[in-house]
């Protein structure tokens, strides 16, 4: 009973008091402990108890397994598993539930798949047990794979397999197998299971189909509060904000009391939302009811005002948490790397490591990142040797950060000894090592380790083709992107968005706006709006403006909503034609029409296209005019327009204004130059060079290449 209503140490002391222990007190201690967080001591029970000599049932192994799980004890797992055989109890199904269970949270799936394929015999709780071991392992198709097995076996399903079957259904994307399922929910009539009825409002929300999600929502008899978090961490789109603020206040009105997830859920959604007005009448509330001090509501708080760039109130709340550990300061090194505040980011982690508090695996990747982010090469090396000191080498997500650390210093012996480390040579490390390479332009090794990858056997996922594409698009790599593509089609990856634009942006890049058409006609059927705005731009660079256009009405007939991207690249088209009428039509309808806000991309496209055609004051009254203060790049365009020209007048006032931004510019010095020189005012042009030359500034030299067969 004391450990139930969680005063564990009084069920402790009755305990310690027994004269005679059976088998049930000593199961009743054990599950108690594990119950109330001290899997520990729970363990440790559990050892004195074999040693009384007293045999373990089903529910002490139980219960032992579920404390393996959550303390990640692989090897104590491994000895309950190996003694329950030793003693006979492999047959018995309530152990087999427990030991799938154990080994899917630790991540053996493998282990899991050996003992349900020995068995002959299986309840509902040992097929419920292997799906939500997949689900929980990532393996979507497997879980989903065995709820068909079950039916065709004549297994009743029960909640337990819905519930988990959903959560099959939104690791692979299946939203049709999720709306079958819907369906034997209503032909089994368990549309009054609240858990069931969560987990596929859950799946709805998780496959983009947030309406149907509220529909079942809006349905639903017997909400928990379960059910209303769930509602509320599907709102993720602008004008959102506005639906939620509703859907709490009925919450209320219904005498539902909110708990702190529901907090930390809002305050994180306000974060997102970048709604930092509506995260602060919720902060009002949190303090009201005193769900303050709760580590989740405090960490969100955090969280909320660093991504509405707060940074200052974020800081408050982390000062004003008087237990702090290490997810509160975790949060604050998060913050401060959204914001890009390396520097402070790095403060905070040596006032944490000063203090003595103990890092986790999170922070060391949060600051791995602040390392590499702002160059600190010597502070980075220093968290390494930590990192390998305290034993979290083996994280994969931290040799990530390592790899991506090391190749942004330059230093790529030092990322490939990483990467070759022993049982480092997984699919996800080849596609860090490629991405990180790519991210910071070296391209032809990223090709090499390419073909390196292709050569051992392994199978690329769609993020190392992506990545692949882009070296091939970035080098001009035809070749190399001709091989490639064979592979994408033959692994099936031609309808996957993020490969098959990159298939498009390469083979334009490499020359052959054919194979992009092509490319991009093999992915008919995914209608997305980013294979859309990688054609434009495709048929855009190579001067076809009325392919473009075609691709712009093509993409309107799909009912697909232009995103402010296909904006630039259109009117990039009409930039490259100088159909200026049409390109500043098109960049009124984003307002009109789309009720899209014009992004500074946009509007440096805009002032590109009139510069180069020569509508200079119609481009400096758009730099006047815009919503956002000017950046080098749109003063480049401007004064590169009066070069080609003649405005000496202007081209002066925007080199003047480009060079007070970046002083040691090139393109401002040798624009005005050219201006000057165009102009035949070679006496401006000469004094142009020498502020160069007494300046040190340098021309970048140009360069070009060609692929070499």
């Known amino acids: 009973m004391y450990s139930k ?57 139980g219960s032992v397994t579920k404390a393996c799980a959550i303390m990640g004890a692989y090897e104590f797992g491994l000895c309950i598993h190996s003694f329950a055989l030793k003693i006979g109890m492999e047959w018995n199904l309530f152990i087999i539930s427990s030991i799938l269970n154990m080994y899917a949270k630790l991540g053996d799936i493998g282990s899991a798949e050996r003992v349900f394929v020995c068995m002959d015999k299986l309840d509902a709780g040992c097929w419920n047990a292997m799906i939500g071991g997949y689900a929980e392992c990532g393996y979507g198709f497997e ?6 097995l079950m039916q065709c076996r004549g297994v009743r399903m029960d909640h337990i397999t819905l519930v988990n079957a959903f959560k099959g259904c939104s690791v692979m994307g299946n939203l049709e197998y999720g709306k079958q399922l819907h369906a034997l929910i209503i032909k089994s009539e368990l549309e009054s299971s609240t858990s069931v009825m969560n987990a596929l409002m859950d799946m709805y929300f998780k496959n983009d189909g947030k309406y149907s999600a509220l529909k079942v929502f809006n349905r639903m008899k017997n909400k928990d509060v379960i059910s209303w978090n769930i509602a509320f961490g599907g709102f993720s789109e602008e004008g959102d904000a506005r639906e939620m603020a509703i859907l709490f206040n009925e919450l209320l009105l219904i005498g539902m009391n909110p708990n702190h997830i529901t907090f930390s859920i809002l305050l994180r959604k306000c974060g997102e939302l970048l709604d930092v007005n509506l995260g602060l009448q919720f902060f009002s509330l ?36 008087l237990l702090k550990n290490i997810i509160t300061w975790n949060e604050l090194i998060s913050g401060y790397n959204f914001i890009c505040h390396y520097t402070e980011a790095l403060k905070i982690f040596c006032s944490l490591w000063e203090l003595g508090v103990e890092a986790d695996k999170f922070t060391f990747s949060s600051i791995l990142e602040a390392c590499y982010k702002c ?48 049982d480092r040579l997984d699919l996800a490390s080849w596609g860090v090592m490629m991405s990180a390479l790519v991210h910071e332009g070296h391209n032809y090794e990223a090709i090499r380790f390419f073909n390196s990858l292709i050569k051992s056997g392994e199978k690329p996922d769609e993020f190392i083709l992506g990545s692949v594409l882009n070296s091939c698009a970035a080098v001009a790599g035809y070749q190399q992107t001709k091989s490639v593509h064979p592979l994408v089609i033959k692994m099936g990856f031609e309808k996957q968005e993020f490969v098959s634009s990159a298939v498009i942006d390469a ?30 731009m495709a048929y855009a660079h190579h001067g076809l403006v009325i392919e473009a256009l075609q691709i712009f009405k093509k993409m309107k007939l799909a009912n697909l909503r232009p995103s402010q991207a296909t904006f630039v690249s259109i009117i990039s088209a009409c930039n490259h034609m100088g159909l200026v009428d049409q390109g500043c039509l098109l960049f009124e309808s984003m307002s009109l029409d789309y009720e899209i806000e014009p992004s500074p991309d946009n509007y440096g496209c805009l002032v590109d296209m009139l510069s180069r055609n020569g509508y200079l004051d119609d481009a400096k009254h758009v730099i006047d005019m815009m919503p956002f203060p000017p950046w080098p790049a749109i003063w480049r365009s401007l004064l590169s327009g009066c070069r080609i020209h003649g405005n000496r007048e202007l081209g002066e006032w925007a080199a003047g204004k480009l060079l007070k931004m970046v002083p040691e510019n090139d393109a401002a010095y040798v624009l005005l130059s050219k201006v000057y020189s165009e102009g035949a005012s070679w006496e401006h042009a000469a004094k142009i060079r020498r502020v160069m030359i007494k300046r040190g500034v340098s021309k970048d030299p140009g360069y070009s290449w060609i692929e070499i067969l």
């Open 375 to 422: 160059g600190n090469q010597q502070m980075g090396r220093q968290i390494h040797g930590s990192i390998f000191k305290l034993g979290f080498a083996s994280y994969g997500y931290i040799c990530s950060s390592l790899i991506k650390g090391y190749v942004s210093f330059g230093l790529l012996d030092d990322s490939f000894e990483i990467f070759n480390e022993p």
């Open 286 to 321: 949190v303090l009201r009811l005193g769900f303050f001090d709760e580590v989740n509501v405090s960490s969100s708080l955090i969280s909320m005002f660093s991504r509405c760039g707060v940074m200052g109130m974020a800081y408050l709340v982390f000062d004003s948490v």
């Open 507 to 536: 083979y334009a890049k490499c020359g052959d706006i054919e194979g992009s058409r092509m490319a991009f006609d093999q992915s008919f059927g995914l209608n997305d709006v980013i294979i859309y705005n990688t054609m434009i």
């Open 143 to 148: 879980a989903l794979k065995i709820v068909s």
């Open 5 to 61: 209503v969680g005063v564990l140490s009084y069920g402790l002391n009755i305990f310690d008091e027994m004269l005679q222990r059976n088998l049930f007190s000593w199961t009743l201690i054990i599950s108690g402990a594990i119950q109330n967080g001290e899997c520990i001591l729970g363990l440790d029970i559990y050892l004195h108890m074999i040693r009384s000599g007293l045999r373990p049932n089903e529910f002490t192994l």
